[in-house]
């Protein structure tokens, strides 16, 4: 249950319904047609991301003015093969980056900053970004615990990205399947990540 909802991202969308906030999403669905593929463009204004709404790693991910030939092109390709993503970008990940909140069994473990190289959007380290230890901002804990949340079943562990979107905290992606947890960034982090497993394999031998 938790692979097939999660595997997908327009699960940003049920967030959104759900009151918590995070980036806007418009999915394209695998196949559309052309006029639907324009009406997604036009929703959006200035810089977008266009990407597969099943995927990771930004692979795939083409950042594009909302209005330019390439943008619509790459948007094309990806609706020929899959469903696809169409996203403002969040301007802020370019200088401050995405917060990511670790979570095993529910319970908040640590956070990271993850930061891109100079003039790229994309943190990941593959394309030059880095990776700080950070402290959550309350605030920010509350939208990563409340989107966690809404995951179809609890989970041993999970990541939530936020990004800043108007100066508030947005979930980005939320990432319960196969998240890197960066249990080397926080000394107690490996060992609140084998406590939970442990409890859960004991409960399981139980039964």
């Given at each position: ?5 999660n595997?997908?991202?327009g699960y940003?969308r049920?967030?959104?319904a759900?009151?918590?906030p995070?980036i ?5 669905p ?6 639907v ?6 929703a ?9 709404a099943?995927?990771?790693?930004a692979?795939?991910?083409?950042r594009a003015?909302?209005?330019d030939?390439a943008?619509?092109d790459?948007l094309a390709?990806?609706?020929?093969s ?11 990940v370019t ?7 670790i979570y095993?069994g ?15 959007y ?5 394309y030059?970004g880095r990776v ?12 990563a615990?409340a ?5 179809p ?6 990541r939530?990205?936020?990004?800043s ?7 980005m992606e ?12 926080h000394?107690?982090?490996p060992?609140?990540?084998?406590g939970?497993?442990?409890r859960?394999?004991?409960?399981t031998?139980?039964r």
């Open positions: 249950e938790v692979l097939e909802w595997s997908h991202k940003l049920e967030l959104r759900r009151g918590v995070a806007e999403t418009t999915v394209v695998h196949g559309a047609p052309a006029d593929q324009d009406a997604a463009m036009r959006h204004n200035g810089e977008v991301v266009v990407k597969p099943v995927g990771g790693g692979v795939g991910a083409l003015h909302a209005t030939a943008a619509r790459h390709a990806l609706a020929d899959g469903d696809a993503l169409v996203q403002p970008l969040a301007a802020a200088t401050h980056g995405e917060v990511s909140l095993f529910g319970e908040f473990s640590h956070a990271v900053r993850k930061i891109p190289a100079a003039g790229d994309r943190v990941q380290m593959e030059g700080e230890p950070c402290e959550p901002s309350n605030v920010e804990l509350a939208v615990t989107a966690l949340a809404c995951a079943v609890a989970t041993t562990y999970g939530v990205d936020l990004v979107v108007a100066g508030e905290p947005a979930v939320l990432e319960v399947i196969e998240p890197q947890l960066f249990l080397d960034r000394p107690a982090a060992r609140r990540f084998a939970q497993l442990e859960e394999l004991s409960a031998g139980r």
